[in-house]
């Protein structure tokens, strides 16, 4: 069995994909802020720096997987935050665990990103580029300039989702798979969080997948499965919809 880090593993998402892959029988390294086994803020460097360590020094600088949950909402407390975890809390970590995941000879990520991310395709804000540049500090000026925490939420989700593909063209040619899930509305705290604040409330709840309902967090966990087993094994810089139907919905013409 498998060796397979996971952020965010202490609920929604993360915390379906940590139950799916400890039933498999593979051995989990949970990262998150408190009561995992990996114990670290991804929101600054410093903790992103810590968690990289305590990884290495979990798995003996040989990791079979690592599968991306941790992230923010638009109901974060700063757009920063929202900038810092979406985006360079997980680029930064795998950047980090690269090398231990090419010593496995078959190492594999999966990033959750979001469809909101590819709403954003057409038109990205400047604050995708300045992430994808590595300038944290001008990412997350220009989130707090635009007081907008669905553009910064939209943005984080779009340039880690670039940054996924563009680093799966090094990573395939070492062997390795990185590939991206893009949930809709999934029944999570978070988006339990937006439906709850007067802000956004409103336009959460009447956005509805042509399913006509929100997904279940089982659901992306499935298509994790999915990306982490050899039926993927041709599977890489891909982008894995589990919207109901959203994208399609949105940007009909544009694939």
Not at 68 to 87: D, F, K, Q
Not at 188 to 194: D, E, I, N, Q, R
Request: glycine share 10%; net charge negative; with cysteine.
């Amino acid at each position: 069995m498998s060796i397979i880090a996971v952020t965010g593993a202490a609920s929604g998402i993360g915390a379906a994909v940590c139950q799916h892959l400890e039933a498999a029988g593979h051995t989990l390294i949970r990262v998150d802020l408190r009561n995992a086994d990996v114990n670290a803020d991804l929101s600054s460097a410093e903790g992103r720096q810590a968690a990289v360590a305590q990884t290495l020094s979990a798995c003996n600088n040989r990791l079979d997987a690592v599968v991306a949950c941790a992230g923010v909402g638009v109901t974060a407390p700063s757009v920063g935050l929202i900038v810092g975890v979406n985006y360079f809390g997980v680029s930064e970590y795998l950047d980090g665990l690269e090398d231990a995941l090419a010593a496995s000879g078959n190492g594999k990520a999966v990033i959750i990103g979001s469809v909101a991310g590819s709403h954003m395709v057409a038109t990205p804000h400047p604050m995708a580029a300045a992430m994808l540049e590595g300038d944290e500090a001008k990412a997350c000026q220009l989130a707090e300039e635009s007081e907008n925490p669905s553009a910064a939420y939209a943005a984080s989700k779009y340039a880690v989702t670039v940054y996924a593909r563009s680093k799966s063209v090094e990573w395939g040619k070492r062997g390795m798979r990185l590939n991206t899930i893009a949930p809709g509305a999934v029944e999570t705290p978070l988006h339990k969080a937006s439906l709850d604040d007067a802000r956004f409330g409103e336009a959460v709840k009447n956005f509805v997948a042509p399913m006509g309902r929100a997904g279940v967090p089982d659901e992306i966990a499935d298509g994790v499965d999915f990306l982490l087993s050899e039926k993927s094994a041709f599977v890489n810089g891909s982008v894995l919809f589990i919207d109901g139907g959203m994208d399609a919905m949105v940007r009909t013409r544009q694939f």
